[in-house]
Each structure stands twice: as structure tokens, then as C-alpha cells.
């Protein structure tokens, strides 16, 4: 993708601002449009002297008309760790539903393309390993996890209709859990919250016994298979991430072990539906788009942990998001 004007909803969130960046070193225009409830402004403040950048702080669940042409839309606006949308559960039922009809309906109003942030929770606690983009899912839709996951299963049924009924071209694409630089220290994911404790001299906090399994993928190596799909013809979903599974507990010492920080491992309870395994099928990806994750778990989450190091303020508890 080069030479086009992308508009990115979620533009100063984690996965947000790595679009926008890269994006513009391919040579495209950006507009992020971003309403900072969970993304930050500093997430984008190194982008803005770039005469391609421009931001609409905006909430994308209300209606928005952005003037000029637009080439294509990257829907990535949605709070996204189980912290977030269990704080704010109707701002994340709302973005994937009524976000998701306002950005689709711009792309096709713009003639753009479309690409649609979702995510392996539409598999729930699954009962198949690893999990094709053909399996359906295990998802409890009244659990608090529901309003994030039903959100994202809505929102692909939304765009799937918009295709095949006003020929849009769409991607979706189901992300995997994902870490990297602009995380933020506590917002309840797993490597941020690991790393931070490990750096603070804080216990690290390892839920149920830790025998549940996650696949790590690094930011950079997701957001180039996220740019590969918006450019492809692939209209059903793709799972991008990376299938190297570990444990939790395994995941824990891997983090002390890279920040040579001696904090104890205890255990908390599990949260409510929190899927025992997870780890992507990525065939589809390798043969339709030729990728494949290349960063090493030890590799980036080298970077990961210099990032917090250099950035303190995100590795410290912050006030509530409502305050
Ligand atoms: N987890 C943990 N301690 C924490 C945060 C998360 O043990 O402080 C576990 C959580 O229960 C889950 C896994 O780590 O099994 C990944 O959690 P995360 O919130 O990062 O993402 P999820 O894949 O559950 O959406």
C-alpha cells in the first residue's frame, strides 16, 4: 500500500499508532481519528510534524463526515484488554457495533476499502486447537468478556453484509494476543502487566495456576500481515498472529529471566471465561498473503521491556480511566 489517503479509527491506541507509522513510511497519507479513551496522545505526538499526518479527535460511534478522499479505512478504535472493557462495557459494545456501522458506511460512501480489527476472543474458551478461521467459536455472550466478544462477532457480520450487499471490499482480520512498545503498563494484558512488576519489584501476578496457554506475536511483525490483507482481495477472515504457544507460568519466568528482576510468582483467581488455550492456526495467512511472524518472543520482548524502562511513567498504576 502506497500513494493513498488511510484513515485509521483508534489512531493513538497501541495497534493504532504502529499502523499510522508504518503506513506513512510506505508513503501514504494518514488521518487517525482517535477519542483518547484509551489510546494517548503521545502515542502519535512524533507523527504529527509529518505534513501526511492529520488527527480528528473524534468518538467513531458517533457519525463523522471527513472531507476529501479516502482510500482506505483501518478500524482499529475499541478498548481492548479485559481491564478496559470490563470498565467501560457499553463504550465497547458500542464502538464494535454502532463504530463499526459509522466506519464502514464512510468507506463506502468513499469508495475505500476496509479493514476490520478483530480478534481471536470471537473463538471464545475454544474447543478446537489451534484455531482455524473456520471454526466457530465457544463464546458466553453474557459473561463479561461477552461485550467485547460479541461486539467483534457483530462486527464482522456487519461487514460481511456490506460486502456481499454493497460490494465494499473488506478484511477482517482476527488478531491474536499481540505486545510491543505504547503498551500500557497496567492495562491488564498479561505482558504488560508482567513486565512492569518485574521492573517495579512488584509480585508477579499469575492467574489460576498459570496452566492456561497464550502465543505471543510482536507489534511490528502483526501490523506488516495487517497491511499485506488490507491490500490483498481476501474478504473472509485471516488470523494473524504468531503459533508459538507457552504457558503463563512459563511466560511469568520468561519475563523475570529478561529483566534479571527477583519478584515472586504468586497466584490470583482466574477472571471469569478466561480461555484455557489459544494459539492461531496461521495457514491461511502463510499461503494466501506469505506471511509469517519473523521477531523472536526473547527479541521482542527485549524491546517491549526497554520500551517501559524507558518510559516509566507507563509501567505506574493509573487512576481509574473514569476519573
Ligand atoms: N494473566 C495473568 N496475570 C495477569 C494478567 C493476565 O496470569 O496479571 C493471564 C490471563 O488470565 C490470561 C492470560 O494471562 O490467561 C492472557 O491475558 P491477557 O489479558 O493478556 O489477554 P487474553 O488473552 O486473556 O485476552
Not at 23 to 44: E, Q, Y
Not at 126 to 149: A, C, F, K, M, T
Request: aromatic residues 8%; charged residues 20%; proline residues 6%.
Amino acid at each position: 500500500m502506497t500513494g493513498k489517503t488511510c484513515l485509521v479509527t483508534g489512531g493513538a491506541g497501541f495497534l493504532g499508532s504502529h499502523i499510522c507509522e508504518q503506513l506513512l513510511a510506505k508513503g501514504n497519507k494518514v488521518i487517525a481519528i482517535d477519542n483518547f479513551i484509551t489510546g494517548a496522545a503521545k502515542n502519535i505526538e512524533h507523527l504529527k510534524a509529518n505534513a501526511d499526518f492529520s488527527l480528528i479527535e473524534h468518538d467513531i460511534t458517533k457519525y463523522i463526515d471527513v472531507p476529501g478522499e479516502v482510500n482506505a479505512i483501518f478500524h482499529f478504535a475499541s478498548p481492548a484488554s479485559p481491564i478496559d472493557y470490563l470498565e467501560l462495557p457499553i463504550q465497547t459494545l458500542k464502538v464494535g457495533a454502532l463504530g463499526t456501522h459509522n466506519a464502514i458506511g464512510l468507506a463506502l460512501a468513499k469508495g475505500a476499502s476496509f479493514i476490520l480489527a478483530s480478534t481471536s476472543e470471537v473463538y471464545g474458551d475454544p474447543l478446537v486447537h489451534p484455531q482455524p478461521e473456520s471454526y466457530w467459536g465457544n463464546v458466553n455472550p453474557i459473561g463479561p468478556r461477552g461485550v467485547y466478544d460479541e461486539a467483534k462477532r457483530f462486527a464482522e457480520a456487519m461487514v460481511m453484509a456490506y460486502h456481499r450487499e454493497h460490494g465494499v471490499d473488506t478484511h477482517i482480520v482476527r488478531i491474536f494476543n499481540t505486545y510491543g512498545p505504547r503498551m500500557r503498563g497496567f492495562d491488564g494484558r498479561v505482558v504488560p502487566a508482567f513486565i512492569c512488576q518485574a521492573l517495579n519489584g512488584e509480585s508477579i501476578t499469575v492467574f489460576g495456576e498459570g496452566q492456561q496457554t497464550r502465543s505471543f506475536c510482536y507489534v511490528l511483525d502483526l501490523v506488516a500481515g495487517i497491511i499485506k490483507l488490507a491490500d490483498s482481495d481476501i474478504h473472509e477472515p485471516v488470523n494473524i498472529g504468531n503459533p508459538s504457544e507457552r504457558t503463563i507460568l512459563d511466560f511469568a519466568q520468561k519475563i523475570l529471566e529478561l529483566t534479571k528482576s527477583d519478584s515472586e510468582i504468586i497466584y490470583k483467581p482466574l477472571p471469569v471465561d478466561d480461555p484455557k488455550i489459544r494459539q492461531p492456526d496461521i495457514t491461511k495467512a502463510k499461503s494466501l498473503l506469505g506471511w509469517e511472524p519473523q521477531v523472536s518472543l526473547e527479541d521482542g520482548l527485549n524491546k517491549t521491556i526497554e520500551y517501559f524502562k524507558l518510559n516509566p511513567s507507563s509501567a505506574t498504576r493509573p487512576a481509574s480511566l473514569h476519573s
